[in-house]
């Protein structure tokens, strides 16, 4: 087999292609959002689509997010794709309502009869040095909502791979695009995605025998990252990269930690009843014989997200990671 | 008679600086008529259609036999709750016969009766309301939205829907009802502006009853009136006395006609009055007076109809006795089939929330069909 | 000592008196919501306080729960206490940006200079047989956003007690109360209602010494008729009111974790990123070497509220509860 | 000119019967005059006072002088993000200088313009845009509620705060800024109908300035002004020409003066226009064109005012002077003072989330204790 050489694209890249080649095969797709026309969106991710589409499939909506997503889910009533970005984290919270009480809803009220096919697109967390209401991480409010699915890409061929599975699935999905990997880059041909890969399933990242750390979107870099420093220490940590929240691939996870015995949880949100909250008491629950030690979390601290001038002591780093490693009771 | 339009979304006249800028006077909204539109009991009478006039009676007392037969259910522990619309028929029937088969009809969760009227079987109508599965139907089936119980929730999606359907070139107007107090939700303003800028084919039908549970309107709004809120989005808004159902119907028609054409939304507030309590549940007179229901007693909007009727020798004896039997079938038929004990399978608690069962809910499941098996064991 | 017999209170009553004095005491708390007034609110908890204070102590909104928790934030920073009732938990969802974006925020953001010391009061739960949107258990929303102190009282006494810390507090507390437990009764003096307990501190309801039930709120009598069946099975359970979920009283849960060496937790919300999993993550950490068992969860289903019809095998009960305390592993 | 008072919270008329119902013609609505009211350039401009005029002119210069610097200030890195205000400093100068002092103002995010006009040091006006902590001030100490990012959401504290002031029996009226794109959330709509079932001292002051971020005005609304958004909440609603400071003054001071009476809130519309890119990080030239943005310049805020006060001769060629001079020191401080790097302490992280430190947080204190220390000795 030979390998063709292509230009590394970026994640932003990867999502627009994602939302262009949903909008191309099916006329059902609609986007829209603040800014998502003319301008392209505050990121760029929908740049060009109204060009490309028309003002009517990628759409300036006015301010104002529940609105958006009730309209969306009208559209969806009557058989379209609604594709909604929300601005930013924090600006997804005036739409709570609708998610919560209808989106998530609609298909098990109707028993099946009216499943809302919108994915919604959120920009989370941070490290971009973005002021208040701009870096919030909210998946727990996401994660505690069932009917919603959760999904987020932390790699660019991802990024193209579940957002076409996101704009292709039956339910709702809540796409969280973790922001500071925007323009992360990666060798990616835009001419030849690779194939779509459903929603639910985590992969290994790397492999290892000493521990495993459990992460997603903007924490997988670091956690790699980690991995290679730990190496120094003697530890060969295993990631696994959850990609889904909601379903979680717990197959993935648990046959990891019962290889390793030894598990730490990284993600940016609060630690306080995070997602990382349900994996560490799933895995104690199922892997309770093969646990060396206590499954520990690295998380942010449990406070409101801090001026960017001191975000670097909140979020996860290579550090904190090790140290936390370094706890997994190793003198056992 | 008319209502003036109002400039559409195109109206960018805006952003031109102000030593360029001309308000297009011209075009200038007009305020509502601040009296509520009536055409019972007025020279407008004259023309009504007796047949159509014949068919909104006949619902009428159907309506308010179905009111009275839903609220004997809750107190025979067949209907958990009854949200009555007793005093308000004539806004439910005129919204469920303005429609064309294909439109939308986006109910609140007082609405069912309107359902009813459009055709949907009444036990299905009422599995929310009896503590079975929410909504009983398909709605695609019979183009009826959900109940929406989170007030003015609905609003929005009447709007993305009907915008969906002109997109795709079909011919959909999506009507939506929403009570005097929804109207003070944020939903409320942004399903209406986004109407409004999208100019599309909904009609915002809102019906003053005079509370929201206890809160009566002068705490909910300081608004002439209600209608008047459809010049800050720039559409034509109306006042219509509600029980007067050929008057709601005539405002209603031209408004759905007008959306049909491509001239955008319309609100309406149609002037009405909750007779019965909230819900059976709830001891309205802990905030109002006999005197004010029993004055709006004698506005009674199927009597209304009636007298009209029968003055103009559109209606007689017969009619009204046939009118009668007819709505006596139906409850005696509703209470019966609401008599019969609702089977559930409590499995199905698992089967909807997606299309596929994630392995977290096929692991609650089995915990429940394990259990299950073991109490009938037992 | 004597006792004087006094009169079975309810928990509503308790909660109207908490109010009715704290009123009394303190001209700055106000009362807000829709039907508080003249209704005295849909469950009678507010009843009679616009007759005795006035309908500007005790107010009658427009039906808007943003605007009403937007309002109170205004109201809060002019040195008001206003009391804020949503009436249903899914009708404080309009509210949620507010909430997370604001109360939350405020004090953190103006380093200490103006806190809200705003009460929301928020019945929740299931098992009256309410229709959609009136049985939500809402709290993993509540407990995952920092700033806010998240309260649920399960006793008459507590609800006198909690609400009246909550009022005095001058943080956000968002005060969750049992709907189910509205109309429970217990021997309680109005006229000496006991002293007011603070914010943070969890209860032994129950000593035993074969494991632990932690639970809150509604599911409080459930876990006692649960500890009071496993007799019969041989187990001595003990259970652990938590009485508030932020902050967490780890110290009272982790000593009798520590004694009992089993856990299961108790709760009516969804499991899956419940508060429930919070509390699970952080008892292994803490109590790793103490485990006789993984600590288990009986919660409500993964899936929307559903049905009243159904709502009864949804619910935790007291044979689920055994059926998981049955799986601690006893053979170990 | 006056503003026709509107029915205010306690007409309760529409829960009285139809039959028996008459509206309150007599205190019908007026629409907002659509033409933007205007003193600079017109007979009107007579009547200025000359000592006020040439604070408003000093204060127009500095604060174009402040938006210049405090944008240099992001190409330096001193500040993380800066949305800019030129061409809009008539109404961030009219805001600040209407109230007095025991008045609140309720800032959106684009207005510290607004609040360093009102007294509030620039520094700590800008603590949020730096990256360092947000309300770098005391709020109660300035009246000025922290800047507010999430559109609209500071409007209904507004009406809390001016309500419970009155319910105190305080003389505080509360002005709360926002944008054109701000009044469609649903936190707009209940704030207006809130502040006027209250009645509550309160004005909301709409800069319209044509765009948020890139979606014109066209695409927020089909009213054909936002002043007619008043019309639904019952309230009086006044369209200005933004960039006439003389005029948005006096429409400001007459509605600040109805609230302080006791006569509820006011709507108020400035037309104007955001000169530059919404942020410096946004890239205007993507959704509008140069002729647009010069026909504004030619309708300059600071140059309106300076051409009627030199032609009056209320201002000469030494009081501009003064006036630059002045806007210079100003910048030249503010520029030495942002070029210190702010000292944060990492610590004050777990300081004020709770009036008292959780468990957990001073676990999490302890830690990033740790790690500094281990971060200092290596
Ligand atoms: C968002 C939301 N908040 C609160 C409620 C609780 N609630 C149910 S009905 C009602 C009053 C509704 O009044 P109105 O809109 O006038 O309709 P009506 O009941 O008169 O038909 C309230 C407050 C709700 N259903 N949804
Ligand atoms: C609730 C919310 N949604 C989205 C945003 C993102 N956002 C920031 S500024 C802006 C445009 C605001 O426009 P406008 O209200 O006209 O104010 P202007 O920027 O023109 O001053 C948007 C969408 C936000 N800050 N808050
Ligand atoms: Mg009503
Ligand atoms: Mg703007």
């Known amino acids: ?332 | 008679m008319t209502v003036q339009e109002l400039p559409g979304a195109g109206a960018s006249h805006r952003s031109t600086p102000p030593p360029a800028w001309r308000p297009r006077t011209d075009a200038a909204p007009l305020l509502p008529d601040p009296e509520p539109y009536r055409v019972l009991g007025t020279p407008a009478a004259e023309k009504l259609d007796p047949e159509l006039m014949r068919r909104c009676y006949a619902e009428l007392v159907r309506g308010r036999r179905y009111n009275a037969q839903a609220t004997a259910l809750t107190r025979q522990g067949r209907l958990a709750v009854y949200p009555s619309t007793v005093g308000q028929e004539a806004c439910e029937i005129a919204a469920a016969l303005v429609l064309e088969e294909q439109d939308w009809l986006f109910p609140s969760y007082r609405d069912t009766l309107a359902a009813v009227a459009r055709g949907l079987d009444p036990v299905q109508a009422l599995t929310l309301l009896r503590g079975d599965w929410h909504t009983g139907y398909d709605p695609r089936e019979y183009r009826i939205a959900p109940l929406s119980t989170p007030l003015a929730t609905q609003l929005p999606h009447a709007v993305g829907l009907a915008h969906a359907a002109r997109l795709r070139g079909d011919d959909v107007v999506a009507l939506a009802l929403v009570g005097d107090g929804g109207t003070s939700e944020g939903d409320f303003h942004e399903a209406l502006n986004f109407a409004a800028v999208w100019q599309a084919p909904v009609v915002f039908l809102v019906q003053n009853n005079g509370f929201a549970i206890s809160v009566p309107l002068a705490k909910q709004t300081a608004a002439p009136t209600l209608a008047h809120k459809a010049v800050g989005y720039g559409m034509p808004g109306r006042l219509v006395d509600g029980n007067d159902i050929a008057a709601v119907r005539e405002v209603l028609s031209e408004a759905v006609r007008r959306a049909r054409a491509g001239g955008g939304p319309t609100l309406i507030e149609a002037v009405t009055y909750r007779i019965e309590a909230h819900t059976n549940a709830d001891d309205a007179t802990r905030y109002r007076g006999d005197a004010e229901v029993e004055a709006w007693k004698a506005h009674d909007p199927v009597e209304l109809l009636e007298r009209e009727l029968t003055a103009r020798g559109m209606l007689d004896a017969d009619g009204i006795q046939e009118a009668k039997d007819a709505a006596e079938a139906m409850a005696a038929t509703l209470r019966e089939r609401m008599n019969a004990e609702p089977v559930l399978d409590p499995m199905d608690l698992f089967e909807n929330v997606y299309a596929e069962q994630t392995g977290r809910l096929r692991e609650q499941a089995e915990m429940l069909r394990a259990e299950l098996d073991a109490e009938e064991q037992s």
């Open chain 1, 1 to 332: 087999m030979t390998t063709v050489a292509v230009k590394p694209a970026t994640m932003a890249q990867a999502l627009q292609r994602a939302m262009r080649d949903a909008m191309a095969e099916d006329p059902t797709v609609h986007v829209m959002g603040e800014d998502v026309g003319t301008l392209g969106g505050v990121f760029r991710i929908t740049d060009g689509l109204a060009k490309e589409f028309g003002e009517e499939r990628c759409t300036d909506t006015p301010l104002a997010e529940a609105g958006i997503l009730g309209a969306a889910v009208g559209m969806a009533m009557y058989g379209l794709r609604p594709v909604v970005e929300m601005q930013f984290d924090a600006f997804a919270y005036p739409a709570f309502e609708q998610l919560i009480s209808h989106v998530a809803k609609m298909r098990n009220r109707t028993r099946g009869a009216m499943p809302l096919p919108i994915t919604i697109r959120v920009p989370y967390g941070g490290g971009i040095g973005g002021v208040e209401h701009h870096s919030d991480s909210s998946e727990a409010y996401y994660v505690a909502t069932p009917g919603l699915h959760v999904v987020t890409p932390a790699t660019v061929e991802d990024a193209y791979g579940l957002l076409r599975a996101s704009i292709a699935s039956d339910d709702p999905v809540v796409f969280l695009e973790p922001k500071r990997l925007y323009w992360s880059k990666a060798q990616w041909d835009p001419a030849e995605p690779a194939a779509v890969p459903g929603i639910g399933k985590a992969l290994v990242r790397r492999t290892g025998a000493s521990a495993t750390l459990i992460t997603y979107g903007p924490s997988l870099p670091v956690c790699l990252e980690a991995a290679e420093a730990a190496r120094e220490e003697g530890w060969d940590l295993e990631v696994v990269d959850l990609r889904s929240l909601v379903p979680l691939d717990e197959d993935t996870v648990m046959a990891s930690v019962r290889r390793t015995g030894r598990a730490v949880v990284v993600h940016e949100a609060n630690g306080f009843a995070g997602p990382g909250a349900e994996l560490v008491a799933r895995i104690q629950e199922k892997c309770f014989h093969h646990l060396e030690a206590p499954v520990l979390r690295v998380t942010g601290f449990d406070i409101p997200y801090p001026p960017p001038m001191l975000e670097k002591h909140h979020l996860p780093g290579v550090d904190r990671i090790l140290d936390t490693v370094a706890r997994l009771q190793w003198e056992n």
